[in-house]
């Protein structure tokens, strides 16, 4: 696992485009974890994995689906063949409290 620094908060001016994180690549084909914040909630959500989970901010969000995404994989079946998997986190809408 990478030891990227991670702030609470993303940039203000994020888009679904530019919004991307990575973590180790070493799986070729990754899985797209779609975030997003309602009434102050962080939310994930992966249907590749059957993932969905929440956090108050953003890192810990980033942080318990890096946890537990390996372990979701193994679970349903996905070929990891023992690698690291590469995961993109989208942030799907920014409020406007931000």
């Given at each position: 696992m990478n030891s990227l620094a991670i702030s609470?908060?993303?940039?203000?001016?994020?888009?679904a485009f530019d919004a991307k994180r990575f973590t180790s690549d070493t799986r070729e084909d990754g899985f797209t974890v779609r975030v997003t914040r309602s009434?102050?909630?962080w939310i994930a959500e992966?249907?590749?994995?059957?993932?969905?989970?929440?956090?108050?901010?953003?890192?810990?969000l980033e942080a318990r689906t890096r946890k537990i995404a390996p372990e979701l994989a193994e679970m349903n079946g996905l070929d990891t063949s023992g690698q690291s998997i590469r995961l993109e986190f989208q942030i799907m809408e920014i409020p406007d409290e931000w």
């Open positions: 609470e908060h993303p940039p203000k001016r994020y888009t009434e102050g909630i992966c249907d590749q994995l059957g993932l969905v989970t929440e956090a108050d901010n953003y890192a810990d």
